[in-house]
């Protein structure tokens, strides 16, 4: 890898830290099942940004690219799901608190 | 680089307005400003059909069912919005001092990753690699797609309603 490439991993990585840093805290300290949601997405945008520039920095950018397409492929039948799941909750319920999930049996 | 480092901190920044947001429906807003910064980058690093399908489906798609999931639950009342608004000020203050922390450890630390290069095998065609490596997956990839369907077509199924 040359030196700059280096440079440029480097600071995507930093960078790529800090976004999984926001989404991991929102993920634990939320009480909100919708924000839950947005901070595995955070996670899973900071995990594609990576892969990305693993790509870019060792010059398989052919592989990476089709490997986040799956990503993003299985990102949206998540989101699809953890939305209808939301719902259904919030019907359940009557709030999208994640303590009230407490109250669920089975 | 300077415009890489730009767009970096402009998509952190976007992150940490998601996260800390008081709106779900700024936050969700925020999260498809984040999506763009990364396409963005996805055509700076060299992959633009990753770059399409981030701004299509990410900015595009998943925008549109968080939002349709917000606007299909009871917006908050004002007394709610107050009660909530001091709650999660105690709770996300600590954020930022997280990152600024983590931060300025990783600069200290200097961690110096070092890739393997395959220059010898360059990978460069997507098509080749999907169709040609990586074809099984497709198939699997379709499948989670149809398991997706379903599953959503049986979570909104109106008669399940009564068993729950």
Redesign the interface.
Known sequence: ?SG?N??????????V???S???L??LV?TR?L??A???L??LI?AV??LI???????????????L???V??????????A??????I???N?S?DVRLLKRLKG | ?AF??TL??L??AA??W??MGRS?LK??IG?AV??AF?TI??FK???P??AV??LS??AG??TV??V???S???PLTHQDIIRLSKDRKK??W??PV??AL??AA??LVR?????????SF?????R???WG??QL?LFG?II??I??AI??VI??EERI?DE?
């Open positions: 890898m700059e280096l440079q440029l991993f480097s600071v995507i990585g930093f960078f830290l800090m976004m840093l926001a989404g805290y929102c300290v909100s919708i924000r949601i947005i901070g997405e955070l945008k594609t940004l990305i520039a693993v790509g870019y920095v060792t010059g398989r950018t052919g592989l990476t690219q089709s986040v397409i799956t993003i492929v299985i990102e949206v039948v998540v989101m699809a799901m939305g209808g799941l939301t719902l259904r919030y019907k359940h009557g999208l | 680089m890489v480092i970096l901190v998509m952190t992150a940490l998601t996260v779900l936050a969700t999260l984040v999506s990364i980058l996805m690093l060299d992959s059909l990753a399908f981030e489906v990410c798609l998943i069912i968080f349709s999931t917000i299909l639950t009871r709770r996300y600590l954020l997280i990152m983590a931060g990783l600069y961690v110096s990753p070092d890739l393997p290069a395959y220059t360059p990978m460069k065609n997507v080749d690699i999907l490596l990586r997956d990839q989670i797609i398991a997706g599953g959503v979570l909104f309603k729950w």
